[in-house]
Nanobody, 126 residues
Framework: QVQLVESGGGLVQPGESLRLSCAAS????????MGWYRQAPGKEREVVAT???????VYADSVKGRFTIDRDNVKNTVYLQMNSLKLEDTAVYYC????????????????????WGQGTQVTVSS
């Protein structure tokens, strides 16, 4: 079973940094686009940053210049380096993979669409 497992959240003060990781577990052939999303209390989930399998990135305006997304295609892991954190960055952060190709029980490529991690809490507080 292919799953996304996040780590790296925590409690920090404004201006500090955190690095989130999201690893896809199980046997995997490839992963298409990956991304980080967040949901603050009382708000809808919003995109933070996305990255293609080739490394092209897109960022939300609110995090440009502060956050960096990157990925390791060998480890099937996506990262989010968050610098200069602000109070408004407080949220549950989720990673996403829009298409994961993995072997089925017979070894043939099978696609799993829109996989989500369980979420990791990031709290920025003074």
């Amino acid at each position: 079973q292919v799953q996304l497992v996040e780590s790296g959240g925590g409690l920090v003060q404004p201006g500090e940094s955190l690095r989130l990781s999201c690893a896809a577990s199980g046997r995997i052939f490839s992963i298409n686009n990956m991304g980080w999303y967040r949901q603050a209390p009382g708000k809808e989930r919003e995109v933070v940053a996305t990255i293609t399998s080739g490394g092209n990135t897109v960022y939300a305006d609110s995090v440009k210049g502060r956050f960096t997304i990157d990925r390791d295609n060998v480890k099937n892991t996506v990262y989010l380096q968050m610098n200069s954190l602000k109070l408004e960055d407080t949220a549950v952060y989720y990673c996403n993979a829009d298409k994961i190709i993995f072997p089925n029980a017979r070894g043939y490529p099978t696609a799993k669409y829109e996989s989500w991690g369980q979420g990791t809490q990031v709290t920025v507080s003074s």
